[in-house]
């Protein structure tokens, strides 16, 4: 399928998707959040690619937010339409993969832009990147699922301020806060990142799929995630990957998943 506001590129087991309206600082605006819905939806489906990562082009921006361009005459409805269309397609969509997804954020990640790394399952950024959701600035509050992941990721009183001063914080900020898992130099994102995907892409594909699961329980409603943990573990059990490493451990050699 050919898109106009994003790249795909493969290599080994990773697909590597670029969001790609530098001239807007990747703003997200209706057709690139459905191009990548649709480019995660095909890659999901896709047996010899084990993980996931998003990105941004050119070297300022991952992504500046939602278009504002796009929104600036809507209505409450429109709005509300915007808010859940985009969370339906997009950053649940992203949560609930049962594809590993790394946010590489390689500058500004803000408002949408920011949410969309927090959807991802973690994230590395540059020492360049500043993040933000400064949508306070613009008479909105985050929209795309911002109000829930900040504070679950790094706690309701630093959610709480982010939100309400609108400021960007550091690359080096977002690691003590446990917002990005690592900060590296620009040059080395997409390597360390890859790197990182690389351990993950050699793992039982069944399993990681499991364990993304079991982890999202804890953050919806009306799910036991212990249950959901007993649940998927058991599952785990009917798995050739399952019969694969254990008998690899037992033979004494690396075991080779097929993700069956
Ligand atoms: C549309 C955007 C944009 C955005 C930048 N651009 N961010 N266009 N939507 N979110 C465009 C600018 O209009 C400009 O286009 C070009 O990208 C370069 O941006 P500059 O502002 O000239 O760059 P700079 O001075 O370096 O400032 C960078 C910046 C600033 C600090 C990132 O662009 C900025 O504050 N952007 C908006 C960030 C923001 O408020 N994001 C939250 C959006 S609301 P032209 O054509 O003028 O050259 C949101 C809600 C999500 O995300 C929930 C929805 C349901």
Avoid: W
């Avoid at 360049?128 to 699922?145: D, S």
């Avoid at 649940?231 to 399952?242: I, S, Y």
């Amino acid at each position: 399928m050919n898109y106009e506001n994003i790249l795909i590129e493969k290599e080994n087991k990773i697909a590597i998707i670029t969001i790609n309206r530098p001239k807007s600082l990747n703003a997200l605006n209706k057709p690139t959040i459905e191009e990548l819905h649709s480019a995660l939806k095909a890659l999901e489906l896709e047996k010899e690619v084990r993980v996931i990562i998003l990105t941004g082009s050119g070297e300022k921006a991952f992504v500046a937010g939602a278009d504002i361009k796009e929104f600036s005459d809507f209505n409450m409805s429109e709005g509300s339409q915007l808010a859940a269309k985009g969370q339906e397609l997009l950053f649940d969509f992203i949560q609930n993969l049962n594809k590993p997804v790394i946010a590489a954020i390689n500058g500004f990640a803000l408002g949408g832009g920011l949410e969309l790394a927090m959807a991802s399952h973690f994230r590395i950024a540059s020492t360049n990147a500043k993040m933000g959701l400064p949508e306070v600035t613009l008479g909105l509050i985050p929209g795309y699922g911002g109000t829930q992941r900040l504070p679950q990721l790094i706690g309701k009183g630093r959610a709480m301020e982010m939100i309400m001063t609108a400021e960007m914080i550091t690359a080096d900020k977002a690691l003590t806060y446990g917002l990005v898992n690592h900060v590296v130099d620009q040059t080395e994102l997409l390597d360390f990142t890859k790197n990182i995907a690389n351990k993950i892409a050699n793992n039982s594909a069944t399993a990681i799929g499991r364990a993304i699961k079991s982890i999202n329980a804890n953050y919806r409603d009306g799910i036991n995630g212990f249950h959901e943990e007993i649940k998927n573990f058991g599952e785990c059990f009917e798995t050739e990957d399952f019969t694969e490493g254990t008998t690899a451990f037992i033979e004494k050699r690396k075991a080779e998943f097929k993700g069956t």
